[in-house]
């Protein structure tokens, strides 16, 4: 859990991701769109990822990818992060962590 922490604070945005996850490349595209420059953690691709991945279920994340962190705050996943899109909040907090400067 402390590794998930650390690494969710070292950018305004992190995304925790599987590279053959479909949701996980559609949540990277949207902030890639938006001129984000994200951390991006393939579980499948590092050493211990699958530990990051078992702590991530731990702290609510289901599934357990795509997981974003804004601000070192857990976001959630695809549906959070696309309803918040949706209801024109998601722009406004990567304003206000440093993410979006437009």
Not at 49 to 62: D, Y
Not at 72 to 88: F, I, K, Q, T, Y
Request: glycine share 8%; net charge neutral; charged share 20%.
């Amino acid at each position: 859990m402390e590794r998930v922490t650390k690494l969710a604070a070292e950018k305004p945005v992190v995304i925790f991701s599987k590279s053959s996850c479909c949701m996980s490349h559609t949540i990277k595209t949207l902030f890639y769109d938006f001129g984000v420059d994200p951390a991006v953690h393939e579980l499948d691709e590092i050493p211990r990822g699958r530990e990051i991945e078992q702590a991530l279920s731990r702290l609510g994340c289901n599934p357990s990818v795509p997981a974003v962190f804004i601000g070192g705050e857990l976001v959630g996943g695809a549906n959070e992060v696309m309803s918040l899109h949706l209801n024109r909040s998601l722009v406004p907090m990567l304003k206000r962590v440093g993410a979006l400067w437009v």
